[in-house]
């Protein structure tokens, strides 16, 4: 039975993540610490119906004291007992997209480090978009947003630091990218639903091994 923690779960695929996650046996899939800036309706929801097995913990990803102050309630909640797996939901200029995409992921991965340790899967899952690929970077040069593609190219190397910094300790470390998706910053246009990419991100996660550390 593995644990999951989720941040920005208030909305697009975060949310649909959360939902997704609920579909499996409880033998397969335990606690879910949701976690978000505030707590949308549709959260509020999730966790109302999911018996207990979702909770809600406030976490303002670019805020260091937030930070630690989850990281402090998701260890209470799991009652001693280990993490397994954290994924992040990730959101026009470049401070901004560096902030969202690359600081908070670098200041929430340690936080829930000791509690990924207790753990016995040890993954950390980031969620990327191939618009932050180096090497194809000309196939979407008709997509003017030069910020986040730098922003996300930026967190798939820090990604990389961290599965090589902490590989000889068990875990598994990569990105994940779920597609285009119609949430508010992918637009109504996309290929594909939240529930889509959720489907899609969790198989990913669940099939992920000592193989996968690293992959970007």
């Known amino acids: 039975m593995a644990s999951y923690l989720i941040t920005g779960c208030s909305r697009g695929l975060g949310l649909a993540i959360t939902s997704h996650l609920l579909s499996f ?22 966790v109302l119906k999911s018996g207990g097995r979702v909770k809600y913990i406030q976490l303002d990803a670019t805020n260091e004291a937030s ?9 209470q909640t799991m009652g001693g007992k280990g993490l397994d797996l954290k994924t992040d939901d990730p959101r026009n200029d470049l401070e901004d997209h ?20 207790k753990g016995g899967l040890k993954k950390v899952a980031n969620i990327t978009t ?13 997509s003017p947003t030069p910020a986040y593609k730098i922003s996300k190219a930026a967190m ?39 529930e889509q990419g959720a489907i899609a ?14 992959n970007s």
């Open 98 to 117: 560096f902030n969202t995409n690359v600081l908070s992921v670098h200041h929430v991965t340690p936080a829930f480090i000791p509690l990924l340790q």
């Open 67 to 75: 930070i630690k102050t989850a990281a402090t309630q998701a260890e």
């Open 201 to 214: 991100t969790i198989e990913k996660i669940m099939s992920a091994g000592k193989e996968d550390n690293g």
């Open 25 to 46: 046996p409880t033998s397969e899939v335990g606690t879910i610490i949701a976690t978000s800036r505030s707590e949308s309706p549709a959260l509020k929801d999730i």
């Open 156 to 194: 798939n190397m820090l990604t990389v630091q961290y599965a090589l910094g902490y590989a000889d300790q068990g875990f598994t470390i990569f990105v994940i990218s779920p597609g285009w998706l119609r949430t508010d910053l992918g637009g109504k246009t996309a290929d594909l639903s939240p």
């Open 130 to 142: 191939t618009l932050g690929s180096i090497s194809r970077a000309k196939d979407y040069n008709f």
